[in-house]
């Protein structure tokens, strides 16, 4: 029973998509290239970052953030230059500047729109007089009561 516990445990842990030949003999280096995988996600995967993805393209995006950091690039200019190749889209968090600005901001106002809407509404609403009901004319109640006699 031990045994089968230890067994879903171990399955439960994540598992990053890391190949042995592309682990860097630097340790310091490969901390630094997982910290910068972790923050990029994999084009083909959508919602997974390059260090947990089993894509081929994921794993390019990998070596090449492991190349560059080998020639000596910081991480945010690694970081950089996947981005000037791939776009902003390549951030599983992206920055608030820029056309993101729009997108950050257009929940917040469409919100507010239509809170301001609904209490325009609701105060004309509460405004209006109710429509009186006309009374039959003479022609209508005797036209009504013919139908009603059969």
Do not use: H
């Amino acid at each position: 029973m031990k045994r089968l516990i230890l067994l879903l445990m171990l399955w439960a842990v994540p598992v990053a998509a890391v190949q042995p030949d592309e682990i860097l003999a630097d340790p310091a280096l490969e901390d630094r290239a997982r910290e910068i995988s972790k923050g990029l996600r994999c084009l083909v995967c959508r919602n997974e970052s390059i260090d947990d993805s089993n894509a081929d393209l994921a794993r390019d995006l990998r070596l090449l953030v492991r190349e560059r950091l080998t020639e000596g690039d910081s991480d945010e200019e690694v970081v950089d230059f996947v981005v000037a190749r791939y776009g902003e889209y390549v951030l599983l968090k992206p920055t608030a500047s820029g056309s993101n600005r729009v997108l950050y901001l257009a929940g917040p106002v469409m919100l507010l729109i239509a809170g301001i809407g609904g209490l325009l509404y609701l105060r004309r609403r509460s405004r209006a007089q109710a429509p009186a009901e006309a009374a039959l004319s003479a022609d209508e109640a005797r036209r009504l009561d013919e139908i009603m006699k059969g």
